[in-house]
């Protein structure tokens, strides 16, 4: 319901009665899935009703808007044929009216002006044009279902995009640690288990062998059911997510948690949150009940803690409260590691009242989904093209904010919740709306509202997606693109655009080449009109001073076609997004080559039609 891939804890605990669809914890949703433990409930809603039956109904009641290219081209087709029409009807005024022209004649003047005036190759020429466009960006891994969406991706003001998976990996990190007075980083991303580790920015030689490090990653990187695979597309994990980032970090230190004999283990629950297992470890004597589980529980079943340096001291409660607050602080989920001796009593069975509460406490791991190196580098892109990106996300305030720090797409203002974007009216929304970049613990029906909003301000938006709360907000943006590996099919079918790669440099990307293609298809037009400028002020000129038409509408026609299909579609070829003003000098050459040969055609026709006139009166 909210497109966040971590289980989400349930609980019998009451909520308030305004919670956002995230923080329900006493609630159990329609097409979720339950990762783990059992319950009795009793149902609520059903059909319409529950929260995937309203995004349903949002999805149906959506009005699609016309992209900005069809609004474009009706606008001016509309100008252009009231020009036109306007034009004939005076033109035959004028030659009946003045030179007592022939209706038959006048009303083929019309026509023939007409012809020449409406540029008719322009419909292949764009269809043309746009077709090249996708596939360009199909090799580029953008794939467009919709023709026009190519170039209304070049039109884009603003890209409100998805936080997981789309600008972050959707692969949660180990990035930090505290063991004692001891705060080391941790290099790499993603479940490849190649890093350092390292404090204050320097290699302190932090790896097993460090007596402090070594206890924690044992019990992060042993009391663990999570694997790690390699393929053909890189590293992947089987099992939970948070586990594959433990499994991970105590990979980096070459950890062989095969290496450890397990006795007894107690699976997690999220009625006790902790996980133990007794362990005999490489090269210790001792048995160990090794624990890992929410810091705040582990804290209140330990007595004592280990030092960087590996003695044992007196847990310093406070202390650590600060550290997991601070950790929260930079957007991490902290966890925790415990210890203690075992007893022959838990090499047989672990239970939660048999642990104790004499612990001692090892530290704490940060683990965040950390943002796309390459979606960086995309988001400053943007910035510098004038356009604004904005992250709308299920997840926590604390997360949604740590990642756009990184990233730099806050610009100062702070978080929106989703809380206050329920209690905003329309008119606070699209201030909120325009003035924030961050949105966090959002609905479905919150992300609808504020594409709303930004296109009654009259901002173009493409909205990224991967799941089935992102879908009518995808279906109402100008554009919607969708995640085509962890993408719902509800959402590529709401989607203009779906992305083969699910990385937001690649929206970057599919958003340059659109610019390419709008820019194209201003050069090719800015061509074809002069040229059938030319053509229609040839007839009516000839119409308006009485003269004979120099050229017939299947003439002009003719050419019309031959010079859309020829010259102005080399237009569609061109590979650079450089301003109109940098082309001038080849667009006025290639208009005077066309107005070139429009008057030659006529000098030519016109002489052709006189002589054989004279010729026809010569004659007996």
């Not at 322009?122 to 044009?129: E, F, G, K, S, V």
Request: one cysteine or more; glycine letters at 8%.
């Amino acid at each position: 319901m909210t497109g966040e891939s971590v289980p989400a804890d349930k609980t019998t605990a009451a909520v308030e009665k305004d919670a956002p669809l995230g923080d329900r914890t006493g609630m159990l949703f329609s097409s979720s899935m339950v990762a783990s433990g059992s319950g009795t409930g009793v149902v609520v809603a059903t059909g319409a009703q529950a929260e995937i039956g309203r995004i349903n109904a949002m999805i149906s009641g959506v009005e699609t808007l016309e992209t900005p290219l069809t609004r474009q081209i009706a606008s001016f087709s509309t100008w252009l044929s009231a020009i036109v029409f306007i034009a004939s009807l005076v033109l035959i005024a004028v030659g009946r009216l003045l030179h007592g022209t022939d209706l038959v004649d006048l009303l083929l003047a019309a026509v023939g002006f007409a012809v020449a005036a409406i540029p008719e190759g322009l419909p292949a020429l764009i269809t043309i044009t746009l077709a090249l466009g996708v596939q360009t960006m199909a090799r580029q891994k953008a794939i467009t279902r919709k023709l026009p969406a190519v170039q209304t991706l070049g039109s884009v003001t603003t890209i409100c995009s998805d936080k997981t998976g789309t600008l972050t990996k959707n692969e949660m990190t180990v990035v930090k640690g505290v063991v004692g007075d001891l705060e080391f980083d941790v290099s790499g991303a993603g479940y490849e288990p190649r890093g350092s580790v390292t404090a204050g920015g320097q290699d302190l030689d932090l790896d097993l062998s460090h007596p402090g490090i070594r206890p924690l990653v044992e019990a992060v990187g042993t009391v663990n059911d999570a694997d790690l695979t390699e393929n053909g597309d890189g590293w992947t994990i089987v099992g939970e997510p948070t586990e594959g980032a433990l499994r991970t970090f105590a990979a980096k230190l070459d950890l062989d948690h095969q290496a450890a004999r397990r006795h007894a283990t107690l699976p997690f629950s999220s009625d006790y949150k902790f996980m133990a297992a007794a362990l005999d470890l490489p090269d210790r004597e001792d048995t160990y009940v090794l624990v890992k589980g929410a810091p705040d529980v582990l804290l209140a079943r330990s007595t004592t803690q280990i030092e960087a340096d590996g003695q044992r001291s007196e847990l310093q409660l406070e202390t650590w409260q600060q550290r997991i607050e601070d950790l929260s602080n930079q957007g991490l989920r902290a966890l925790a590691a415990a210890r203690r001796t075992a007893s022959d009593q838990d090499t047989g069975e672990i239970t939660p009242d048999s642990l104790g509460h004499e612990l001692q406490f090892l530290g704490l791991v940060g683990i965040v989904d950390p943002p796309r190196e390459e979606a960086m580098a995309a988001v400053r892109s943007c910035r510098d093209a004038g356009i604004v990106v904005k992250m709308i996300t299920g997840d926590h305030a604390g997360t949604a904010t740590a990642i756009v720090r990184q990233m730099c797409i806050d610009d100062g203002a702070g978080a929106v919740t989703g809380v206050e974007l329920e209690a905003a009216d329309d008119a606070t929304l699209q201030h909120l709306a325009l003035t924030h970049n961050v949105f966090a613990r959002t609905s479905p029906e919150h992300k609808l509202r504020l594409v709303r909003a930004l296109q009654d301000h009259g901002d173009v938006v493409a909205m990224t997606g991967d799941g089935v709360n992102d879908a009518p907000a995808l279906r109402r943006a100008d554009v919607g693109v969708a995640m085509g590996i962890k993408g719902t099919e509800v959402t590529k079918e709401s989607a203009e655009v779906v992305l083969g790669d699910d990385n937001f440099a690649t929206i970057e990307t599919a958003v340059e080449e659109g610019r390419r293609i709008y820019d194209n298809l201003r050069k090719a037009i800015v061509f074809i009109l002069p040229t059938n400028g030319a053509q229609s002020l040839v007839i009516l000129l000839a119409a308006l001073l009485g003269w004979m038409l120099p050229l017939t509408p299947l003439q002009i026609l003719w050419v019309n076609m031959a010079v859309a299909v020829t010259l102005a579609f080399a237009f569609a070829f061109a590979f650079d997004t450089r301003p109109l003003g940098a082309d001038a000098l080849l667009i006025a050459t290639a208009m005077g080559a066309a107005v070139f040969v429009i008057v030659e055609v006529t000098k030519a026709l016109t002489n052709a039609v006189v002589s054989r006139r004279k010729r026809a009166t010569a004659s007996p």
